[in-house]
């Protein structure tokens, strides 16, 4: 069913199969100058999703064919529509339906028959809801982009400066004392510090940006082939690395080595001062997730902070000791964010760390 629609303004979606209610609601929603748009069952619906995709959704939960539940299980679990607001039409009594609908993601419920001043109150909560989020969103995505600009912009005079240096040191160095013959060495790292702050810069709004490709990923290849990689980096410690029977999933390659990387990179770096460093990658699963676990014996962390650690340039360990950026954990969280997963790290001062990470179960193949 399709009503003269008020041009931008929010469209409601109405799905509900009782046509007393819908007229009731539309009524008042396009009195209050809202599009509406009716669907009466749940396959007429998904086809009006596809068209347009409304600002909000009041959907019945007793339909034939398909009730609200699936239909709020179907929308939720496709990203294209999982932000929308759904408020449930039920009756006030139906605790168990209401409860339902929160678990399954819905935002609000309102009950039947409508108390419209009630119904017209909760859809403009939600839809000014829906719109700070957006806004949020569009915000953080300029800051993004903002923080691109700037780290490359600044890469190029930095190269320029840690290759003038090299020509300086290669060319006067004999003119110079040993003073200056360490300030330019000074100079130089420096400046590479700068230029990899500036890479793990690149890398992180790479992440929010990159459009991800998801094929089958073998966990256990992927973490064997990327610690051999950082392992040739320091062939004379004594590590003893173990790898447990690791699931294969959908991922974004990319992305999952750069995960893979920045993990064990802190791993090695942090055990750095064991005589025999041990790192252990293992798994386990819920109902609903896979869960990796990287195991370290090394410097271990104060758990105090432990909810620092995933932001951008944090760090719990001084410079000259370990040296970094403190944005590889941050890669990580973006990371595990597009891949609809989590990340966390348990750990305890000079008794190692472990660094968790999920992604979901229905990512299986
Ligand atoms: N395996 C680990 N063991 C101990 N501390 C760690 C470990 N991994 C990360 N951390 C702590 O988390 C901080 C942030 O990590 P990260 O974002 O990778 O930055 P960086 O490694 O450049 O310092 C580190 O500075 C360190 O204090
Ligand atoms: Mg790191």
């Given at each position: 069913?399709?009503?003269?629609?008020?041009a931008?303004?929010?469209?409601?979606?109405?799905?509900d199969?009782?046509?007393?209610h819908?007229?009731?609601?539309?009524v008042?929603?396009?009195?209050?100058?809202?599009n509406v748009?009716v669907?009466t069952?749940?396959?007429?619906?998904?086809?009006?999703?596809?068209?347009?995709?409304?600002?909000?959704?009041?959907?019945?939960?007793?339909?034939?064919?398909?009730?609200?539940?699936?239909i709020?299980?179907?929308?939720?679990?496709?990203?294209?529509f999982?932000?929308?607001?759904?408020?449930?039409?039920?009756?006030?009594?139906?605790?168990?339906?209401?409860?339902?609908?929160?678990?399954?993601?819905?935002?609000?419920?309102?009950?039947?028959?409508?108390?419209?001043?009630?119904?017209?109150?909760?859809?403009?909560?939600?839809?000014?809801?829906?719109?700070?989020?957006?806004?949020?969103?569009?915000?953080?995505?300029?800051?993004?982009?903002?923080?691109?600009?700037v780290?490359?912009?600044?890469?190029?005079?930095?190269?320029?400066?840690?290759?003038?240096?090299?020509?300086?040191?290669?060319?006067?160095?004999?003119?110079m004392?040993?003073?200056?013959?360490?300030?330019?060495?000074?100079?130089?790292?420096?400046?590479?510090?700068?230029?990899?702050?500036?890479d793990?810069?690149?890398?992180?709004?790479?992440?929010?940006?990159?459009k991800?490709?998801?094929?089958a990923?073998?966990?256990?290849?992927?973490?064997?082939e990327?610690?051999?990689?950082?392992?040739?980096?320091?062939?004379?410690?004594?590590?003893?690395?173990?790898?447990a029977?690791?699931?294969?999933?959908q991922?974004?390659?990319?992305?999952?080595?750069?995960?893979?990387?920045?993990?064990?990179?802190?791993?090695?770096?942090?055990?750095?001062?064991?005589?025999?460093?041990?790192?252990?990658?293992?798994?386990?699963?819920?109902d609903?997730?896979?869960?990796?676990a990287?195991?370290?014996?090394?410097?271990?962390?104060?758990m105090?902070?432990?909810?620092?650690?995933?932001?951008?340039?944090?760090?719990?360990?001084?410079?000259?000791?370990?040296?970094?950026?403190?944005?590889?954990?941050?890669?990580?969280?973006?990371?595990?964010?597009?891949?609809?997963?989590?990340?966390?790290?348990?750990?305890?001062?000079?008794?190692?760390?472990?660094?968790?990470?999920?992604?979901?179960?229905?990512?299986?193949?």
């Open positions: 069913m399709e009503f003269n629609q008020p931008n303004q929010p469209t409601i979606l109405i799905i199969d009782t046509p007393e819908i007229e009731t609601a539309v008042v929603l396009r009195a209050n100058n809202f748009r669907a069952k749940g396959s007429i619906a998904l086809k009006l999703l596809e068209q347009h995709i409304p600002d909000l959704i009041l959907l019945d939960i007793y339909m034939p064919e398909m009730d609200g539940f699936e709020c299980q179907l929308i939720k679990s496709d990203p294209k999982s932000s929308l607001p759904i408020i449930f039409l039920t009756s006030l009594t139906d605790e168990a339906s209401i409860s339902k609908g929160f678990t399954l993601g819905a935002q609000d419920y309102v009950a039947k028959p409508f108390n419209t001043s009630e119904l017209l109150a909760r859809v403009d909560t939600h839809i000014k809801l829906k719109k700070q989020a957006e806004s949020l969103q569009h915000a953080n995505k300029e800051l993004d982009s903002f923080c691109y600009s780290a490359h912009d600044l890469k190029s005079p930095l190269l320029s400066i840690n290759k003038l240096t090299e020509y300086l040191a290669a060319d006067y160095a004999a003119n004392d040993a003073e200056g013959r360490e300030l330019i060495s000074n100079i130089r790292e420096k400046s590479q510090e700068v230029v990899q702050i500036i793990h810069l690149l890398d992180l709004s790479r992440m929010s940006e990159i991800m490709s998801l094929t990923i073998n966990l256990n290849r992927l973490f064997a990327t610690y051999t990689e950082l392992v040739a980096l320091e062939p004379r410690r004594d590590i003893e690395f173990t790898l029977p690791l699931p294969t999933l991922g974004d390659v990319l992305m999952l080595k750069l995960l893979v990387q920045n993990i064990l990179a802190n791993a090695l770096k942090y055990t750095r001062h064991q005589a025999k460093a041990t790192i252990n990658v293992t798994a386990t699963q819920t609903t997730e896979h869960i990796v990287v195991q370290d014996n090394g410097v271990g962390f104060d105090r902070y432990a909810a620092r650690l995933f932001n951008i340039f944090q760090r719990l360990h001084a410079n000259n000791e370990f040296e970094g950026s403190g944005v590889g954990l941050a890669i990580c969280q973006k990371i595990l964010k597009r891949h609809q997963g989590t990340a966390w790290m348990t750990g305890k001062v000079n008794e190692g760390a472990t660094f968790y990470f999920s992604l979901k179960r229905d990512d299986l193949t």
